[in-house]
């Protein structure tokens, strides 16, 4: 898989050994619920890159569950805004860690960039769970229920 985008990943990964991506993939495998995320102990760059990668994957599929959620209760139109601000903000995720992940070119990069990930990821997972409880008249959430 080097060169190419690994199955399971959603950045282009530019070269990456084929055990690597074969982590990917079995990362893709995961259940997050109920997982905890791994420390950074290593014991070598790869395993850490690897951890950092698990945290990000959980950190993921709680976001998604999170969104899923939202859009079931969101009217058609709530729904559409939803997935173009959703399609944005990935974007916007995706180019904001791959400028401000440290350590370019180094062997801890990987792990910086997921780490970014995982911690922005985070904080959307918060907002979207916090639009989920939005309480009646609050009129700064509910934008998805028309």
């Not at 084929?18 to 993939?25: D, E, G, L, Q």
């Not at 109920?34 to 698990?54: F, I, K, S």
């Amino acid at each position: 898989c080097p060169g190419r985008v690994c199955e399971g990943q959603k950045l282009a990964v530019r070269r990456r050994s084929p055990a690597a991506c074969a982590a990917a993939i079995s990362l893709a495998a995961l259940p997050a619920f109920g997982q905890t995320r791994p420390e950074l102990d290593g014991p070598t760059q790869l395993d850490m890159n690897r951890q950092a990668a698990v945290r990000y994957r959980i950190a993921d599929r709680e976001l998604n569950q999170a969104y899923r959620q939202l859009v079931a209760q969101a009217s058609a139109d709530g729904r559409e805004r939803l997935r173009l601000a959703q399609r944005a903000w990935i974007a916007f995720r995706d180019l904001d860690c791959a400028a401000r992940a440290g350590s370019r070119g180094g062997s801890f990069h990987p792990a910086a960039l997921s780490l970014c990930l995982e911690q922005v990821t985070d904080e959307r997972t918060r907002v979207l769970k916090a639009e989920l409880t939005c309480a009646d008249g609050d009129m700064g959430c509910g934008g998805h229920v028309d």
